[in-house]
C-alpha cells in the first residue's frame, strides 16, 4: 500500500504545482488585442475570472480567479486587461500577472 502512495504522490504534487505560462497561453487564447472590450470581459467571466470594471473610466480592468489546489491553500491567478489608447471600448493589451498563491 505504501509503494501505492509512494508511486501516486508525484502525481497528486505535479496537479497541484502552478504552471505560469500555460495561464498566459489559455489567456491570449481566451482574450485578444483589438476585441471589444465588453466582449473581452464576458469570455474572462464564463471562464470564472471577476472583472472589476468599476464605472468605465480606469484604463486598467483587473481580472481575478481562484485556483483551487488540493493539498495546499488556493491560489489567485490575475490578468490586466488594459483599454486601448485610441479607443477606451477595445483591449490594448493583455499583462498576465504571477499567481499568488499564500504560503
Given amino acids: 500500500m505504501r509503494r501505492i502512495f509512494l508511486a501516486a504522490l508525484p ?7 502552478i504552471d505560469q505560462s500555460k495561464l498566459g497561453h489559455f489567456v491570449n487564447q481566451t482574450v485578444q488585442p483589438g476585441m471589444p472590450l465588453d466582449q473581452a470581459l464576458v469570455r474572462m467571466q464564463a471562464e ?4 472589476n470594471a ?7 480592468i483587473n481580472c481575478t480567479r481562484t485556483y483551487e489546489r488540493l493539498v495546499r491553500k488556493n ?16 483591449v490594448g493589451a493583455i499583462d498576465v500577472l504571477e499567481v499568488k498563491c499564500p504560503k
Fill in 75 to 90: 491560489c489567485v491567478e490575475r490578468v490586466d486587461l488594459v483599454r486601448s489608447a485610441t479607443n477606451a471600448k477595445t
Fill in 11 to 17: 502525481l497528486v504534487l505535479a496537479a497541484c504545482s
Fill in 54 to 60: 468599476g464605472n468605465g473610466g480606469e484604463a486598467v
Fill in 48 to 51: 470564472g475570472f471577476y472583472c
